[in-house]
């Protein structure tokens, strides 16, 4: 069995009532099904929510250690978390997948989103595309195990 952690960053687990224009309608656990339904049999998908930084930069380590790779919505860490920038770069450096996603394009929204502290150390970014961010991520993940 092969894990995949699926990390998602602070204001996540309000998904499906936080800003639906901008977000969708659909939760975590709509998320959670759905990559399950998508993951071959052998791969186990571990999706995890938290408000807090250090819980994320916690929850990186422990893939290095595990040699796991990682789905990251870093939600908004992403513009300013040097800590989770290092983190994921442990992740990269160990030689692990880690995929940025977001669920909406932040390329097209306020200017404080234009920059990701993060996209430098992932292994890839995907944007834009609603709930299919992480399904991409997903299938470029597994073909990246072989
Ligand atoms: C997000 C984009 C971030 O700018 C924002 O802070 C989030 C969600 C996304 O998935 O589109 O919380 O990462």
Redesign the pocket.
């Known amino acids: 069995m092969t894990r995949v952690l699926v990390l998602n ?4 687990g309000r998904l499906g009532s936080r800003e639906p224009d901008v ?1 969708g309608s659909l939760d975590l656990d709509a998320l959670q099904a759905r990559l399950e339904g998508e993951a071959p049999e052998q791969v186990e998908i571990d999706l995890r929510q938290t408000d807090d930084e250090s819980e994320l930069v916690g929850w990186l380590h422990g893939a290095v250690d595990a040699s796991t790779p990682v789905i990251l ?4 860490f ?2 300013y978390s040097y800590a989770l920038r290092d983190a994921a770069a442990l992740v990269t450096k160990a030689g692990l997948p880690l995929v940025e996603v ?3 394009n ?1 390329h097209a ?1 306020e200017t404080f ?1 234009h920059t990701s502290v993060i996209s430098g150390v992932a292994t890839g970014v995907i ?1 834009g595309f609603g709930f299919d961010s992480y399904s991409l991520a997903l299938t470029q993940v597994i073909r990246s195990l072989g």
Do not use: F
């Open positions: 960053g602070p204001n996540l977000y919505n870093p939600a908004a992403t513009h977001h669920i909406s932040p929204r989103r944007a």
